[in-house]
């Protein structure tokens, strides 16, 4: 009997320290399942070369997030469009195959409407004003307004003031624009200002504008002037007029689904590392500008500054008719408060 009780204890203590071993198992396991599901490995996808500034500042966002997130977070960078041009890769991004991505404010207004605002022209006076109607809180909310189309914004960079660089003669009035072939984005504001100012809309990508000066396929073509040296058009357009029709900045978007799966604090971490790009990418854009005129400058180009105001006064009825749209009269709105 004694024996008998002795086994029965061994046989229970034994069942105890097996249930107490599968438990540190099944808690070690929870445990490292969480760890595995709290890791987010990134795509993050734009059509931009590893020189260009905003590139730079996309780095530094990376390298700030797996930093401060301790490898929670980890970022892929693709560029020189090897995913595919922005329309592409903001449709992937719905899609769920980029999580990350950089877009023009331009090509985002083909997806919400309301970015349309910043392809509007003189919307901002200045660069001051610029910076600072990109801080408020309207862009802010209007960061937060694009959950339902599968994105939202995390962050906007500089992309300068876009002015008209021409082959033959510069622009110095509106008048100057009549009759003119002048490349603008595949953008529908953009194309109604164009020939609000009395110029020929000619929509073509990027790529294909150098040889289109050259060739007299166009007259001329607008952006700020990187172009003239990054794209080389300084060599067959050597007329640039800081007219400063526009200031389209590019924006930093992430997939609504992966925000939905970052926690509190891995959001805050990546909203911290996009603001920082930002701050970062100013400095450099800048810089960048300013070689990129001496660059151009030894190149032949001219440099004008025309009087803005009978550009200003060309474009208003676009203005008119933009602000029929609700949200893009309350942006403008906004930003008018903001002028000094």
Not at 105 to 119: K, P
Not at 191 to 211: D, K, N, Q, S, V
Request: proline share 4%.
């Amino acid at each position: 009997m004694k024996k008998y009780a002795i086994s029965l204890l061994m046989s229970f203590l034994f069942v105890l320290l097996a249930a107490c071993g599968s438990s540190d198992s099944t808690d070690a396991a929870n445990s490292s399942q969480a760890g595995e599901s709290n890791t987010h490995n990134l795509r993050l996808a734009h059509s931009l070369n590893k020189d260009h500034p905003v590139h730079l500042a996309l780095v530094r966002f990376k390298e700030i997030v797996e930093e401060r997130s301790n490898g929670q977070i980890n970022i892929e960078i693709f560029s020189n469009g090897v995913l595919g041009d922005e329309r592409e890769v903001l449709e992937q991004l719905q899609a769920g195959g980029v999580d990350i991505t950089k877009v023009s404010a331009a090509s985002l207004g083909n997806f919400a409407s309301q970015y349309a605002v910043f392809s509007l022209p003189y919307v901002f006076t200045d660069e001051d004003h610029f910076f600072r109607s990109m801080e408020s809180d309207a862009v802010q909310e209007l960061f937060n307004s694009t959950a339902d189309e599968g994105f939202l914004g995390l962050t906007w960079y500089d992309s300068g003031a876009r002015s008209f660089y021409t082959k033959e003669t510069p622009i110095m009035h509106p008048d100057d624009l009549q009759g003119l072939r002048i490349r603008v984005m595949s953008s529908q504001t953009q194309i109604e200002m164009m020939r609000e100012l009395g110029g020929a809309p000619t929509p073509m990508a990027y790529g294909e504008i150098y040889t289109a000066l050259q060739s007299g396929v166009i007259d001329g073509a607008e952006s700020n002037p990187t172009a003239l040296t990054n794209g080389k058009h300084g060599e067959v357009a050597p007329h640039f007029s800081f007219d400063e029709h526009t200031r389209i900045p590019d924006i930093a978007i992430i997939s609504s689904k992966v925000w939905q799966d970052l926690s509190e604090e891995q959001r805050q971490i990546v909203k911290d590392a996009a603001k920082e790009s930002t701050e970062y990418q100013k400095e450099i854009w800048a810089s960048a500008v300013d070689e990129a005129m001496e660059e151009a400058k030894a190149m032949g180009v001219e440099f004008y500054h025309p009087d803005l105001e009978p550009f200003r006064e060309a474009v208003q009825p676009l203005h008119e008719k933009y602000r029929k749209d609700k949200k893009i009269a309350e942006l403008l709105d906004a930003f008018e408060q903001l002028e000094e």
